[in-house]
């Protein structure tokens, strides 16, 4: 059996040059996460597509996915339910839009609950 031929997509996207003068850029994230105060975070209640279980999902948050995946913990751990966070979303299992509500005007966020 012959041995299988590397491509390029198998170096996992890493080229050699054998240009002296190269110089390799690494993307850097330099979003700043803006204070609490300066968020406007949206607070509804969302059915569509689970199967009729009730999530609330926290939108609006403006900032780094690190500091958006600290705040989604802290919510899940204050509220005692599970959850996770997706495309700049905070999922929360359940109807909980009260208590989220109450932990991030107490974290000194702008909340505002939307939806119907």
Known sequence: MKPKKNSLSDLGGIMFSTNPDFEYHEEVDD??????????????????????KAVTLITGFKGRTEDLDILGKMLKTKCGVGGSVKEGEIMIQGDVRDKVMAILQKDGYKVKKAGG
Do not use: A, E, I, Y
């Open 31 to 52: 979003t700043v996460t803006s204070p609490n105060n300066h968020q406007d975070l949206r607070v509804m209640l969302d059915k569509k597509n689970r199967g009729g």
